[in-house]
């Protein structure tokens, strides 16, 4: 049992009979009078009575929650909480008080008049998720039954096991950032190599071997040349990205959503959701106070888990960028493509170089978004060496780089949004 904030009508209900029930049976007592006498001892016993049908009725009921595991930022979550009287007595008043930390709202409180023995009821609430992405709880619930008389309160906090949401970080449009062109001719410019597959383009001709169809047959090459041959057709190209964030400790500039870092992961979200729906394959690498490494693979899977990394990463990462860029260099071969995401516009030019020359070696082409957080760093802020503009390193290297300055428009817009969306759900609320 914990404790709660005491109810003033209960307190004084709870009072009134017993000083009325003191009062009669002291009275009884004096005037001789038996009525007086077992009034008194009747309003004692229906107290006690009251408080021993409140507490098993309360140990009696079972709580359950189901909510959805994932959602993505400015969505609404359905959470439903199903109470069970598993006792043999009917309970009364039930509140339920339940929390979802990423709506930056109050609690929310249900109250179940009555709960007949053996039977259930669902209470069910809406929630935005208002807070950006991460992993936010739900609960722990806060219950309080009540007796028959309404002068008892029985309350308990409960912890449901996997009572947490996995908020998704949102794509920006890139086409609003003026990157969709440069993404696009990455993409085309590393498809992998034509080869043999299922596709509609003729790749060219090869000899017919036993098992394989006869409607692939090119019959006035097999005329010609002597033997069977039949069309070998092209399978799509699709690229493999791998897709590097830069979340070491001490790059975070801006606050909330609207920080370089937030840009950053919602512009990887890009990325994915760009890439994943031309059915390309896509990893990841990053360091956000746990270290990230996803193989460049396809699929609905591969969505989930590269935005479950974007949902739990952190601007704590402990491993330099050059560094985590060298050590999964081995993720690259001919045809990759690398794209690299700087939250910040000062780099050091010389382990930035290394890194990437290390794939470059391994036949990966790169490019480069910068998100420019100039305008994020406070005023007072001097570097003791001036380091280099990441695109001027890149431009010397013919690394095609391009800064995201437009994207702190977007974030401003989105922010204004989610405000108008909590300010509706308090309206409604009141």
């Known amino acids: ?222 005329a010609r040349l002597g033997r069977l041959v039949l069309t070998e057709r092209e399978s799509p190209a699709l690229a493999r990205l791998i897709v590097a964030l830069d979340l070491e400790r001490g790059r975070l500039r801006g606050v909330g959503r609207r920080s370089n870092v937030e840009l950053s992961i919602r512009l990887a979200a890009s990325v994915l959701e760009t890439a994943a729906g031309a059915g390309h394959a896509c990893g990841l690498v990053a360091d956000g106070k746990s270290a990230w490494a996803l193989p460049a693979l396809a699929g609905a899977t591969q969505r989930a888990a590269f935005l479950d990394a974007l949902a739990h990463l952190l601007p704590q990462g402990e491993t330099p960028i050059t560094t985590l860029l060298a050590r999964s260099a081995t993720l690259a071969e001919p045809g990759t493509c690398l794209v690299l995401v700087l939250p910040h516009w000062f780099v050091e030019a010389g382990p930035l170089v290394d890194a990437l020359a290390a794939w470059r070696a391994r036949g990966a082409s790169i490019v480069v978004f910068v998100v420019d957080d100039r305008a994020l760093m406070a005023h007072e802020w001097v570097a003791p060496v001036a380091p280099d503009e990441a695109i001027e390193v890149l431009a010397q290297l013919g690394i095609p780089a391009h800064p995201v300055g437009e994207a702190l428009g977007l974030a401003e817009e989105e922010d204004e949004r989610v405000r108008g969306l909590v300010a509706g759900t308090k309206g409604e609320a009141a």
Not at 208 to 219: D, E, M, S
């Open 1 to 222: 049992m914990t404790s709660q904030e005491p109810d003033p009508g209960r307190s004084w209900r709870l009072g009134l009979l017993i000083a009325f029930g003191l009062f009669t049976g002291l009275l009884g007592v004096l005037l001789r009078n038996p009525q007086l006498t077992a009034l008194g001892e009747a309003i004692a016993v229906a107290l006690c009575v009251s408080y021993l049908l409140g507490r098993v009725s309360a140990a009696s009921i079972v709580y359950e929650r189901r909510s959805p595991r994932q959602a993505c930022e400015e969505d609404w979550i359905s959470v439903e909480i199903v109470v069970h009287n598993r006792g043999r007595l009917p309970a009364w008043r039930i509140e339920v008080k339940d929390r979802f930390a990423a709506d930056a709202l109050f609690e929310r409180v249900d109250l179940v008049w009555r709960l007949g023995a053996g039977s259930s009821q669902r209470l069910v609430f809406e929630r935005p998720c208002a807070r950006g992405r991460g992993v936010f709880p739900l609960g722990p619930l806060e219950v309080t039954v009540s007796d028959p008389l309404g002068v008892f309160r029985f309350s308990r906090t409960i912890h449901l096991p996997g009572a947490q949401v996995v908020v998704w970080p949102v794509a920006l449009p890139l086409e609003s950032m003026g990157l969709a062109r440069f993404f696009a001719q990455a993409l085309a410019g590393e498809g992998e190599r034509p080869r043999p597959g299922a596709g509609v383009q003729p790749l060219g001709l090869r000899e017919h071997r036993a098992g394989q169809p006869l409607q692939r047959i090119h019959w006035r090459a097999s």
